[in-house]
């Protein structure tokens, strides 16, 4: 089976950042995949963040997020990564990474489209 791990997570001061890391096992056909980064915080539903499609590297992002966070890959390792700067006590959250295959013509943005997920890791940001 797929497996992805998260890492990263942590505690931060409000402005302060972290870097979230997803990597994708081997033996997934991760150069036809589409990856996202969502987010659930206690008594909330959960959120897309971002995502990339690891063909040509689109990218789509939450309007929340737009200007602080950024998210990129490396093909070579198999992993996304989730820049987040700016950081605010509404971005905490536990965050997931998803991964399903795509077409390079199609960028999956909504959580129903991934078929692959990750344990989570845990951001919290204070005030």
């Known amino acids: 089976q797929v497996q992805l791990v998260e890492s990263g997570g942590g505690s931060v001061q409000a402005g302060g950042s972290l870097r979230l890391s997803c990597e994708v096992s081997?033996?997934?056909?991760?150069?036809?995949?589409?990856v996202g980064w969502f987010r659930q915080a206690p008594g909330k539903e959960r959120e897309a963040v971002a995502a990339i499609h690891t063909t040509n590297s689109r990218t789509s992002y939450a309007n929340s997020v737009k200007g602080r966070f950024t998210i990129s890959q490396d093909s070579a390792k198999n992993t996304v990564y989730l820049q987040m700067n700016s950081l605010q006590p509404e971005d905490t959250s536990m965050y997931y990474c998803?991964?399903?295959?795509?077409?390079?013509?199609?960028?999956?943005?909504?959580?129903?489209?991934?078929?692959?997920w990750g344990q989570g890791t845990q951001v919290t940001v204070s005030a």
């Open positions: 998803a991964t399903s295959l795509c077409l390079s013509s199609y960028l999956a943005t909504q959580a129903h489209e991934y078929k692959y």
């Open positions: 081997s033996g997934y056909t991760y150069a036809r995949a589409c």
